[in-house]
């Protein structure tokens, strides 16, 4: 357990050298009995290499029951040092730290999949203003590698998946969902003058592309094509654009996938890893 207290002031910081620099995909913070952390507070990150230093932007899950957080970080960055800090309190107490590291890029392909079970039936609308949404604390947080969520899974979830798409080529893009049983595709790019490329309407940078409650069976692209498939929308190359889909799996079967038709009309059912990120890559 580490236990750092400085005068009142004074930076408080929790700090790890790596033996060698490596992609931060996840940092658990967890509170082992003996240690008794009252509370599990919010930390920060900063990551480091001999080139740059970045005050990581984290999407954390705490799970009280559990006694653990889990904190993504982002951008992912190629990492030498980790320091994690306060700002408020004069201290920082953690009991157990363990950093997940991947050494290759390659591995920040995919997408990251949130589900949330025991939502009773109903729409997204429902979904979307469920209690336990959009608080952090879903029961399963996973990476998939393809934009295609397990099928025939369970029954009464809800369930997010997100990450950042990154196309082949500049161009005229359609998008297309198969699913069970509601769901949503949105979309935003990350810089925001792309939005005039895509959006009318200026004062929300998110565009929702397909929203269905029609269902499909696993990858079934073409059973209700003018509901299953966005207009074409013009995406630029080297360009992120933070896709999102929410899920609500009420009973019976269940699937979600997402597939896109590119500029040169080849289709790509489900959208392969090579084209998306689960955590937004730095430089
Ligand atoms: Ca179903």
Request: aromatic share 10%.
């Amino acid at each position: 357990m580490y236990g750092l207290s400085l005068p009142q002031g004074q930076p408080v910081w929790w700090s790890v050298t790596l033996q060698r620099p490596a992609f931060i995909s996840k940092i658990w913070i967890i509170n082992r009995p003996g240690c008794c952390l009252a509370e599990m507070t919010k930390h920060n990150v900063i990551l480091r290499n001999h080139l740059e230093t970045v005050k990581a932007n984290c999407k954390v899950y705490s799970w009280k029951e559990r006694q653990k957080t889990l904190m993504i970080c982002e951008p992912s960055i190629s990492t030498s040092n980790v320091t994690i800090y306060e700002n408020s309190v004069g201290e920082l107490r953690l009991c157990e730290v363990m950093i997940t590291a991947i050494e290759s890029e390659k591995s920040l392909h995919g997408v990251l999949q949130e589900l949330w079970y025991n939502i009773p039936s109903g729409t997204i609308a429902r979904l979307r203003a469920h209690n336990r949404l959009p608080t952090t604390d879903p029961d399963v947080v996973n990476i998939l590698r393809q934009f295609d969520s397990p099928s025939n899974f369970h029954t009464k979830y809800g369930q997010r998946l997100t990450g950042y798409l990154q196309v082949p080529e500049s161009g005229n893009y359609t998008f297309f969902v198969a699913r069970d049983d509601n769901c949503e595709l949105w979309l935003q790019p990350e810089r925001v003058e792309l939005v005039e490329k895509i959006k009318d309407d200026k004062a929300s940078h998110k565009l929702l592309l397909i929203k269905v409650d029609f269902r499909t069976d696993h990858n079934q692209w073409d059973k209700f094509p003018s509901l299953q498939a966005s207009k074409e929308i013009w995406l630029k190359k080297c360009q992120l654009y933070s896709v999102e889909v929410l899920i609500k799996q009420s009973g019976g079967s269940d699937c979600a996938s997402v597939g896109m038709k590119l500029p040169n009309g080849t289709y790509k059912g489900p959208i392969t890893a090579a084209h998306l990120f689960w955590v937004k890559p730095g430089k």
